[in-house]
């Protein structure tokens, strides 16, 4: 079971990425998957999640209207796509699941037991 996160990068306030995470070993939406994140000197906070009937049932007031999750089974992936980033974006982005959870909400608000490795995001002028 593997969590491969990619597509982080430096970028300039305002400035768009895409988060990639591909999955190997299980399929993506059986459990529910998610995006979190970690600011330098921080605990890790959620960002978005996907059930497993791909509904979105949690949104932190830092991501409305600027970050979106998806996924694409043929590619076994889930994605990130976040606009308008802001330097306190900044922070490395994980990948994760908990195979005992179907529930974006339930995922977001615990504690994953699997992990992707992250890939950091770097909002800077």
């Known amino acids: 079971v593997q969590l491969q996160a990619s597509g982080g990068g430096l970028v300039q306030p305002g400035g768009s990425l895409r988060l990639s995470c591909a999955a190997s070993?299980?399929?993506?939406?059986?459990?529910?998957v998610g995006w979190f994140r970690q600011a330098p000197g921080k605990e890790h906070e959620a960002v978005l999640c996907?059930?497993?009937?791909?509904?979105?049932?949690y949104y932190p007031d830092f991501v409305k209207g600027r970050f979106t999750i998806s996924s694409d089974k043929a590619k076994n992936t889930v994605y990130l796509e976040m606009s308008d980033l802001r330097p306190e974006d900044t922070g490395v982005y994980y990948c994760?699941?908990?195979?005992?959870?179907?529930?974006?909400?339930?995922?977001?608000?615990?504690?994953?037991?699997?992990w992707g490795q992250g890939t950091l995001v770097t909002v800077s002028s």
């Open positions: 994760a699941t908990d195979f005992a959870q179907s529930s974006s909400y339930a995922l977001c608000h615990g504690r994953p037991t699997n």
């Open positions: 996907l059930s497993t009937n791909n509904d979105i049932t």
């Open positions: 070993g299980f399929t993506l939406n059986r459990p529910a």
